[in-house]
């Protein structure tokens, strides 16, 4: 008889042990489940497919920022044996108002680079539209150089004369 109450409290201490897994278990697969809840309904709605990226670089590359105009100016190109003219006008196309700020601020900074690099051209480089094209290329890189705020996104020559 004295086995009988060693195996019932044997048993008692096995149940207890079950018991505590069990309630241990459902602790551990709530606090799961509660972080996985978090996860999923804090998660933004706002992620975008990479086509939807894609759409909305190409939206904002279409949109047209803040335009600083450069007036009118001449300059002395390089020919063999000719005195050759530039005549020309410049539209630079700014990112952000905070920019287009920066550029007129640092309007003579920005006319004497662009004096000085295309006063260094040819006539022959300015006369075809793949010289026209590295010239802008050519701006563009130097104009942003001066910039701290933002960068010009284009540059448009709405006046442009080779004599």
Not at 14 to 19: F, H, N, T, V
Not at 140 to 150: A, D, F, I, Q, T
Request: proline fraction near 3%.
């Amino acid at each position: 008889m004295a086995k009988e109450p060693a195996k019932k409290t044997e048993e008692a201490g096995k149940s207890r042990i079950k018991m505590i897994i069990i309630i241990v278990a459902s602790v551990v697969l709530l606090i799961g489940v509660g972080i996985g809840a978090y996860l999923f309904f804090s998660s933004d709605d706002k992620s975008l497919t990479p086509e939807q990226e894609q759409a909305l670089l190409e939206r904002q590359a279409k949109e047209i920022g803040p335009m600083v105009n450069i007036e009118s100016f001449i300059v002395n190109i390089l020919d063999q044996g000719e005195v050759r003219y530039l005549k020309a006008a410049i539209t630079l196309e700014a990112d952000t108002p905070e920019t287009a700020a920066e550029i007129t601020q640092r309007m003579p900074q920005i006319k004497d680079a662009i004096l000085l690099l295309i006063g260094n051209k040819t006539f022959a480089e300015l006369s075809d539209l793949q010289g026209r094209l590295q010239l802008r290329a050519e701006l563009l890189n130097r104009v942003n150089s001066l910039l701290l705020v933002g960068k010009v996104k284009r540059i448009y020559f709405t006046d442009f004369v080779v004599q």
